[in-house]
Structure formats: structure tokens, C-alpha cells
């Protein structure tokens, strides 16, 4: 055997090793991928989600979704089973999809919508890093007409909302209403000029009043045409 066949030998050799190593790290990365992704059937239909096998320390205040003995419960600030990380969906009996989102450690995350039964949208909203509503949120009815619209932030309602055709300001969660008690900037601006022209009336009346009255000399003089006319 020449140097040249040798060398082909060797180099065919390494691609049908590496390739083999190749293959072999896809089939164990597509068990992993099996053995983490969970179908649950049951008589509300079926849930297809995806668990995570790492144990985070659990937050105060933050809801858990997590797996266990083939069901997913929630509970708050801590947890006891295989978290849920990855895409969540819900089906109903009749394998119609009635909602979607993503889990992160457990948390939802970003965007979740939900449908009714008959396909129409239900409900359209977002979830922040700590699983509260955030930024945009939506209800529709089965006629797809906009029944709720407005924004969270980090769990509390805020801003403009439409709520059943009227229109309501929330500030922190809290519906906010203006004091109507408390006058305005430009209103308190023209009081004052409006207080203005008073005090300067009031002014001149001053020097209206003085003006009647006699002076220093006027009076001097008037005393001793008095005392004049007393000694006549």
C-alpha cells in the first residue's frame, strides 16, 4: 500500500468515526428531547409541554407552574416537582387549540393567548420576567368584538383602559380621579392677575380718600383763621 492509499484510508477512517460520534450526540440530544417534553390527556383534553430538570431556588411572591405524577399544579413561592420551561399548549376535547405561551423556570413568560372553543381569540396578554401581567392586554367576545383593552405594569393596571365601551384611568392598579377641588395651574395663574387689578384699586381709592382730606398747610392755615377770628 502507497502513502496516498494509506492516507485516504486514514482520512475515509476519521469521517465514518466522526460522523458515527456525530449521529450519536444527535440521538442523545433527541432523547433529551424526548424525555423532557411531557403529554398530559385527561377529560379536559391535553396539555403538550416541555419540563426542565435544573432546581432553581424559589422567589417570594412567584408563581410556579411544575410536573408531577402526570398533572401540572401552581402554587406560590415554591414548588415540588419538574419545573415547566419551554412551549406550553392546551387542547380541548375536540383537539382545538384553546391556549399557548411559554414557561421560563417555571414562570410564564412573554407573550399567552387564549381561544374559545370555537377557534375565535379570547384573550391576548404578557407576562413579565417574575410571571405578572405586563404591557398590552386584550379580551375579546365570541363575536370577536373588543370587550377590555389596556396596559400592566409588573401586575397592576395603568394607564387608559376601555372596559365595556367606557373609558377609565388607572394609576398603580387604582382607578384615578382628578381633584376637581384643586384649581388648575392656568386657573391659579389668572386668579392672580385677577388680584392684581384689586390691589391696585384699592390703592387709589387710598389716594382718593387722602386727597380729601386737607394737607399740613391747608389745616395750619385754617387753625389760625380760627384763632384770629376768636380774638376779634
Known amino acids: 500500500m502507497n502513502k496516498y492509499a ?3 484510508y486514514v482520512f475515509f477512517g476519521f469521517l465514518l468515526v466522526s460522523c458515527g460520534t456525530q449521529n450519536e450526540y444527535l ?4 432523547q433529551d428531547q ?10 379536559l383534553g391535553q396539555q ?13 411572591g412567584i408563581s410556579y407552574a411544575w410536573y408531577r405524577n402526570r ?10 416537582g419538574q419545573l415547566l420551561n419551554g412551549p406550553y399548549e392546551q387542547f380541548d376535547t375536540d383537539h382545538i387549540l384553546v391556549l399557548k405561551g411559554t414557561y421560563k423556570k417555571g414562570v410564564r413568560r412573554g407573550r399567552w393567548q387564549q381561544w374559545y372553543t370555537n377557534g375565535v381569540l379570547k384573550k391576548e396578554l404578557h407576562y413579565d420576567a417574575r410571571g405578572r401581567l405586563h404591557k398590552s392586554y386584550k379580551t375579546y367576545a365570541e363575536t370577536q368584538q373588543l370587550v377590555q383593552k389596556g396596559k ?9 383602559w ?6 377609565i384611568v388607572y394609576k398603580k392598579g387604582e382607578v384615578f380621579v382628578k381633584d376637581t377641588l384643586k384649581p388648575s395651574l392656568f386657573k391659579r395663574i389668572f386668579k392672580k392677575k385677577d388680584t392684581i387689578p384689586q390691589a391696585t384699586s384699592t390703592k387709589e381709592q387710598k389716594k382718593a380718600q387722602d ?12 387753625k389760625k383763621t380760627k384763632k384770629s377770628s376768636n380774638t376779634k
Open 6 to 8: 494509506l492516507v485516504s
Open 27 to 30: 440521538s442523545h440530544d433527541i
Open 34 to 43: 424526548m424525555a423532557l417534553k411531557k403529554i398530559i390527556n385527561d377529560s
Open 48 to 60: 403538550v409541554l416541555m419540563i426542565t430538570h435544573k432546581e432553581p431556588r424559589p422567589k417570594k
Open 71 to 80: 398533572s401540572v399544579r401552581t402554587t406560590a413561592s415554591n414548588y415540588s
Open 152 to 160: 400592566y405594569r409588573h401586575g397592576y393596571k395603568n394607564g387608559i
Open 162 to 167: 376601555i372596559e365595556a365601551g367606557d373609558t
Open 211 to 222: 386727597s380729601l382730606r386737607p394737607n399740613f398747610f391747608k389745616r395750619l392755615f385754617q
